[in-house]
C-alpha cells in the first residue's frame, strides 16, 4: 500500500494556526477511525499528539487536534509555537497494517 | 517511567541477518501489542511488524518473509529477526507499544546498516 499523502511542508508564525492535512483511501482513513498524529524533532522519537483521529493523549498540549474528512485527516496546531518547529507524521490503521504519511516539515518563522 | 529499549543492531553484509531485541520496563509487556517501525536515514516511518497479546502476528509487504517478530513475557522482550537483509533494510529500527491502534511509547531505537 502507498503512503498517506502529506504536504513536504508548511510554515506559520508563533501564535497563528497552521493545519496539516493526511489523504488516503477508503481502505485506510476512509474506513477506520483509527488516524493518529506523531511529531517528531531531530534525533528523538516520535511522540504520540493525536490518536483515535481526535484524542489527545494525556500530556499533550490542547494546542494539537484532530480531525477527519471522508478519506482526508487534519492535524490543526494553534497558538504556533517555536518549540512546534519538527516534522509532524499522520498513520492510519489499514488491516492487518499501518499506513504511514511522508511526513510534513513545519517551520515555524 | 514507561521504557523501551532497542539494541542489536550495527553493520552487516547485504544478504546476512540481524536480531534486534527490545526490552521494556516499567508496564505490564504481556498485555500490550508491540510493533516495529523503522526510519530510513532522512526519510519518513514505516510500520514493518506486529505482534498481538495471543501472538496474533502482522508483517509489512517489504519484510514479509524475510523478518520475524517475536516476544518473550517472561524477559519482557521484544524481538525482529531479519534475514536476507538488503540495501534497503538500512534504518533506525524502533520498538512501540500499541495502544487502540496507535504507537503510545517508543524506544530511542537502534540503527541497522546494511552494506558491503
Known amino acids: 500500500q502507498s503512503a498517506l499523502t502529506q504536504p513536504a511542508s508548511v510554515s506559520g508564525s508563533p501564535g497563528q494556526s497552521i493545519t496539516i492535512s493526511c489523504t488516503g483511501t477508503?481502505?485506510?482513513?476512509?474506513?477506520?477511525?483509527?488516524v493518529s498524529w506523531y511529531q517528531q524533532h531531530p534525533g528523538k522519537a516520535p511522540k504520540l499528539l493525536i490518536s483515535?483521529?481526535?484524542k489527545r493523549p494525556s500530556g499533550v498540549s490542547n494546542r494539537f487536534s484532530g480531525s477527519k474528512s471522508a478519506n482526508t485527516a487534519y492535524l490543526t496546531i494553534s497558538g504556533l509555537q517555536a518549540e512546534d518547529e519538527g516534522n509532524y507524521y499522520c498513520c492510519s490503521y489499514a488491516s492487518r497494517s499501518w499506513i504511514f504519511g511522508g511526513g510534513t516539515r513545519l517551520t515555524v518563522l | 517511567e514507561v521504557q523501551l529499549v532497542e539494541s542489536g543492531g550495527g553493520l552487516v553484509q547485504p544478504g546476512g541477518s540481524l536480531t534486534l531485541s527490545c526490552t521494556v520496563s516499567d508496564f505490564s509487556f504481556s498485555v500490550y501489542h508491540m510493533n516495529w517501525v523503522r526510519q530510513a536515514p532522512g526519510k519518513g516511518l514505516e510500520w514493518i511488524a506486529y505482534i498481538s497479546t495471543t501472538y496474533e502476528i502482522w508483517y509489512a509487504d517489504s519484510v514479509r518473509g524475510r523478518f520475524t517478530i517475536s516476544r518473550d513475557n517472561a524477559k519482557k522482550s521484544l524481538y525482529l529477526q531479519m534475514n536476507s537483509l538488503r540495501a534497503d533494510d538500512t534504518a533506525l529500527y524502533y520498538c512501540?507499544?500499541?495502544?487502540?491502534?496507535?504507537?503510545?511509547?517508543w524506544g530511542q531505537g537502534t540503527l541497522v546498516t546494511v552494506s558491503s
Open positions: 512501540a507499544r500499541d495502544n487502540d491502534y496507535s504507537f503510545v511509547y
Open positions: 477508503y481502505s485506510d482513513v476512509g474506513a477506520y477511525n483509527y
Open positions: 483515535e483521529v481526535t
